[in-house]
T-cell receptor, first 113, second 114 residues
Framework: AQSVTQLGSHVSVSEGALVLLRCNYSSSVPPYLFWYVQYPNQGLQLLLK??????LVKGINGFEAEFKKSETSFHLTKPSAHMSDAAEYFC???????????FGTGTRLQVFP | KAGVTQTPRYLIKTRGQQVTLSCSPI?????VSWYQQTPGQGLQFLFEYFSETQRNKGNFPGRFSGRQFSNSRSEMNVSTLELGDSALYLC?????????????FGNGTRLTVT
């Protein structure tokens, strides 16, 4: 079975500061990992995904995430926060091909001027 | 290419009624999944359809059902509505079934049960 834990339901940063959103996963098979972003009154939008290969994955809007198998982590980072990054971020894991995508509980990112 | 379209965007129903939500996937996408999103439970998987067949089902009561048509459009139905069914219902489509095919979400239908 797969599961995802997102540490910190709320994260606040100043504009221009580093963004770090934490995600740890549990999976009985090599996982596929995803980060999605949700803006108010909208659905989820894919930021990036890790399947196989390079462990540092670059996504849209300047975000990237690193898959660390030894730490079972897939933390999301962005070097410099922008006001438009304020949203809710979801980490998700997929196990086998027949498994559904399992989402974490989300982290709400606030960006202060 | 048009995104995933969900109708209606907002819905208000009374306890005991039933409701049908509609989802049109991205053109060419054959897999459709449904999720329920609430502040308390987060995103919970309802079901997944691929080529008109239900391939996966979440842990929801039988009041929740769905189907997929030959054009890949999908509907979900909730009967005998309860207050706890108030939520944002999200539909997502993907090109193929399988974990390598990322989900593309619609903007959801917000259901309020009074």
């Amino acid at each position: 079975a797969q599961s995802v834990t997102q540490l910190g339901s709320h994260v606040s940063v100043s504009e221009g500061a580093l963004v770090l959103l934490r995600c740890n996963y549990s999976s009985s098979v090599p996982p596929y990992l995803f980060w999605y972003v949700q803006y108010p009154n909208q659905g989820l939008q894919l930021l990036l995904k890790y399947t196989t290969g390079a462990t540092l994955v670059k996504g849209i809007n300047g975000f990237e995430a690193e898959f660390k198998k030894s730490e079972t982590s897939f933390h999301l980072t962005k070097p410099s926060a922008h006001m438009s990054d304020a949203a809710e971020y979801f980490c998700a894991v997929s196990g086998s091909n027949t498994d559904k995508l399992i989402f974490g509980t989300g982290t709400r990112l606030q960006v202060f001027p | 290419k048009a995104g995933v379209t969900q109708t209606p965007r907002y819905l208000i129903k009374t306890r005991g009624q039933q409701v049908t939500l509609s989802c049109s996937p991205i053109s060419g996408h054959r897999s459709v999944s449904w999720y329920q999103q609430t502040p308390g439970q987060g995103l919970q998987f309802l079901f997944e359809y691929f080529s008109e067949t239900q391939r996966n089902k979440g842990n929801f009561p039988g009041r929740f059902s769905g189907r997929q048509f030959s054009n890949s459009r999908s509907e979900m139905n909730v009967s005998t509505l309860e207050l706890g069914d108030s939520a944002l219902y999200l539909c997502a489509s993907s090109l193929e079934q399988g974990r390598d095919s990322p989900l593309h979400f619609g903007n959801g239908t917000r259901l309020t049960v009074t």
